[in-house]
């Protein structure tokens, strides 16, 4: 039996906690109060239903429970540690058009941050005292709890830019992570493709994830409608126009939003976007791992407005696989939608976002992470 770790209880405290540390909104360690808890409740768990490995996503605490419990811990990255505290990398999260760049500052603060980074104890400190009491050891940095027994990357070599060769032995490319919700197209998807090509104009897939900022969603899509009228778009934002308090299934809230349009479709349950996002010709996402995973194997190109140094960081490297255009939250609404009509207008970005499609198809994801998991477990 393999248990599969995903961020939970005390979850809605602790992923408060968390996102607000990785958007720099806070610099309190979220661990320092749950971290035992979370453990304690992994270690019961294990003795109950008696696992033969852990895969954990995300939650970091698996990185003391599993080696306590002496299983095999397989983990997911989107890179490797040695890329992600490189300057390059770091340098991808700082704006074009900011005051570090235009101050010619922008490579020496990235390598000071890849100084930082490679020490990084940030988080650190609670799981390492934790692992003592256990006897554990090898644990000082927050790369030291990202990282397991075994380690997944979820991208492709061409897109990190590390050859395959060079990886550790523990470490192995897996190729794209998302979501693949099993339900099916809803038939207003499906209207609107069919109008767009009828009038041979744009479908628009707009997806802001969960760490999207509500304020900036909705000033973002009420702009992109002011300024293409005639452009097709599907937005699933139900739940973060309610942060903004708008409920996209009132016709006159809409109206009052300047969202009215027959033209946008917001949908009030999840879609499984990787069967609706293949039939748009263009996206505007935040750059989450998923989602931008999503658009690589679609092959359609988008605009990326990242909400955290991570989703930067992806955007960037789309950008520099020419199937993106970059964007900060702090731009202005009005230059995001500028910028998704140069995205809409650029045969090129088309051509190259599906040459990295067809690189992507040679890689299984999670099936070849089920693969490595079986052959280590049978062994």
Known sequence: MLLVAMPGAPSSVLFQAIYAADQFESFSNPYTEVLHEQIASSLHLYSTIRPSAVAAFFVLSASISARIARLPLFVDMSMTREYATEPKAIAASIADDGVVTKMGLRM???HVAS???KRMT?????????AREWNITGIH?????MEGDYTVISDIPSWVGVDEKKLPPQVTYVGPLYGKLKMEIPPEVMELREKATQEGQPLIWFAM???????LVLSILRELLRQQPTWFVIAPVHTLLKGVGIDSADQHALVEAGLASDRLFIPSSLLPSHRVEPLCDAALTHGGQGTVHTSMCSGVPF?????????????????EKGMALQAMKTDHPSQVAGLMKQLVESKEMRVKALKIKEQCQEFTGEHAFVNLIREVTKS
């Open 108 to 110: 020496t603060m990235s």
């Open 115 to 117: 100084w930082l980074m």
């Open 122 to 130: 940030f988080i650190a400190g609670p799981f390492e005292a934790a």
């Open 141 to 145: 940095l927050i790369w030291d709890l």
């Open 209 to 215: 994830g969960s760490s999207g900022q509500p304020p």
């Open 303 to 319: 605009v990326g407005v990242g909400m955290m140094p991570e989703q930067d960081l992806n955007i960037r490297l789309a950008a």
